[in-house]
Antibody
Framework: QVQLQESGPGLVKPSETPSLICTVSGGSISSDDWSWIRQPPGKGLEWIGYIYYSGRTNYNPSLKGRVSISLDTSKNQISLKLNSVTAADTAVYYC?????????WGRGTLVTVSS | EIALTQSPGTLSLSPGERATLSCRASQSVDNYLAWYQQKPGQAPRLLIYGASSRATGIPDRFSGSGSGTDFTLTISRLEPEDFAVYYCQQYGSSRTFGQGTKVEIK
């Protein structure tokens, strides 16, 4: 069955631009849309954005200009870049299959922003 | 941006009782609404999509209703594994999540 696995840098410094990767196994990323969601420690879920299988993207307006989602079909991966991070970007970052309702999620990766 | 307001913030109930969770949208999302369950340390799990359709493998004690701006998730009889945080999410215009309702053991 399809499985998702997020990976990321763990600890980053303020103003850096970390890249997170979602590796998909058991299926092709070319046949679905994909989303990124984050959750600050002890808080609720925040939608970051999604990418259609065609490559078209849609981002949370509150993050627009700082976020970029792309597909690497050769590696079957979805990537997320977040520019100029601050402590407010500290969160567990999840990838999920779908652009609307999200039926399949990865386990998430914690990104901590601290100097 | 469409805002989702969930109520109550916390619901204290006993196993076997009925749980009724509310999600209100700041403008109509038609039936483009989903519900998720999240347990500590785990990713969210999709329960309901399209306001009332159960996701694969979800027990029939979970049901969703509503359209437009007012939605309800009902758990007919709470099982011990149902105590968790529940989020609604709209995908009618961009995407947003509600702030969550915690269902705790009374």
């Amino acid at each position: 069955q399809v499985q998702l696995q997020e990976s990321g840098p763990g600890l980053v410094k303020p103003s850096e631009t970390p890249s997170l990767i979602c590796t998909v196994s058991g299926g092709s990323i070319s046949s679905d849309d994909w989303s990124w969601i984050r959750q600050p420690p002890g808080k609720g879920l925040e939608w970051i954005g999604y990418i259609y299988y065609s490559g078209r993207t849609n981002y949370n307006p509150s993050l627009k200009g700082r976020v970029s989602i792309s597909l690497d079909t050769s590696k079957n991966q979805i990537s997320l870049k977040l520019n100029s991070v601050t402590a407010a970007d500290t969160a567990v970052y999840y990838c999920a299959r779908g652009g609307g309702s999200l039926a399949l999620w990865g386990r998430g990766t914690l990104v901590t922003v601290s100097s | 941006e469409i805002a989702l307001t969930q109520s109550p913030g916390t619901l204290s109930l006993s196993p076997g009782e009925r749980a009724t969770l509310s999600c209100r949208a700041s403008q109509s999302v038609d039936n483009y609404l989903a519900w998720y369950q999240q347990k500590p340390g785990q990713a969210p799990r999709l329960l309901i999509y399209g306001a009332s359709s159960r996701a694969t493998g979800i027990p029939d004690r979970f049901s969703g209703s509503g359209s437009g701006t007012d939605f309800t998730l009902t758990i007919s009889r709470l099982e011990p594994e149902d105590f968790a945080v529940y989020y609604c999410q709209q995908y009618g215009s961009s995407r947003t999540f509600g702030q969550g309702t915690k269902v705790e053991i009374k």
